[in-house]
């Protein structure tokens, strides 16, 4: 059974950090070779924040997040992390996390993974 739970949302001022965190269900982690986090703030659309390549450890970041953000995998513990650092308020926004065999296009498209944790919702004030 596919299974993404996130953990570690949270209000924060401006500057400050969250860790994220998305547990996977062991099935879900072994299969799953690409696993991302996402977000959705109201009224866009959800928009790739990040995302690693399991097998080969290589990480893909949206531009807005580079040099802030870092994804990160224990594997002991089939979970997924995103460590938010600097934040900003335009970070706001319930984030998702994402998981897919395999890629149907650009890691950064939501319609490119299959499955999808609840979302944990991140607020940062000015």
């Known amino acids: 059974q596919v299974q993404l739970v996130e953990s570690g949302g949270g209000s924060v001022q401006a500057g400050g950090s969250l860790r994220l965190s998305c547990a996977a269900s062991?099935?879900?982690?072994?299969?799953?070779?690409?696993m991302g986090w996402f977000r959705q703030a109201p009224g866009k659309e959800r928009e790739g924040v990040a995302a690693v390549y399991r097998s080969g450890g290589s990480t893909y970041y949206a531009d807005s997040v580079k040099g802030r953000f870092t994804i990160s995998q224990d594997h002991a513990k089939n979970t997924l992390y995103l460590q938010m650092n600097s934040l900003k308020p335009e970070d706001s926004a319930i984030y998702y996390c994402?998981?897919?065999?395999?890629?149907?296009?650009?890691?950064?498209?939501?319609?490119?993974?299959?499955?999808w944790g609840q979302g944990t919702q991140v607020t940062v004030s000015s």
């Open positions: 994402a998981a897919a065999v395999d890629l149907g296009g650009s890691w950064y498209v939501p319609g490119s993974y299959k499955y």
């Open positions: 062991r099935s879900t982690y072994d299969t799953c070779r690409y």
